[in-house]
């Protein structure tokens, strides 16, 4: 059984910053692409940014400049450093993982992070 949780949501004043955190536990053997997505009230979920195991990014537009993803392959940990942040930031910001649980690869998912943006 694998569970992701998520932890660094919170209420921040616009141009602030906050770091998620995203811990992997249980029966890894290994793990692939993982990300963060967001979703807001009303709109579909969206991607936000997923890193590699060997360290490759990819960003949101909407995102470039601001967020910088990264992992910790030994701890099976994603995080995401989000600077100035803006209103339309608010969301829940879901953790995502390709994980090898050891019997075959599967999508996990986390319970969500509230961040919210005030101006």
């Known amino acids: 059984q694998v569970q992701l949780v998520e932890s660094g949501g919170g209420l921040v004043q616009v141009g602030g910053s906050l770091r998620l955190s995203c811990a992997a536990s249980g029966n890894i053997v290994s793990s692939r692409v993982m990300g963060w997505y967001r979703q807001s009230p009303g709109k579909q979920r969206e991607l936000v940014a997923t890193?590699?195991?060997?360290?490759?990014?990819n960003y949101a537009d909407s995102v470039k400049g601001r967020f910088t993803i990264s992992r910790d392959n030994f701890k099976n940990t994603v995080y995401l450093q989000m600077n100035s942040l803006k209103p339309e930031d608010t969301a829940v910001y879901y953790c995502?993982?390709?994980?090898?649980?050891?019997?075959?690869?599967?999508?996990?998912w986390g319970q969500g992070t509230q961040v919210s943006v005030s101006s």
């Open positions: 890193i590699t195991s060997g360290g490759s990014t």
């Open positions: 995502n993982a390709d994980i090898h649980g050891g019997s075959r690869w599967s999508i996990y």
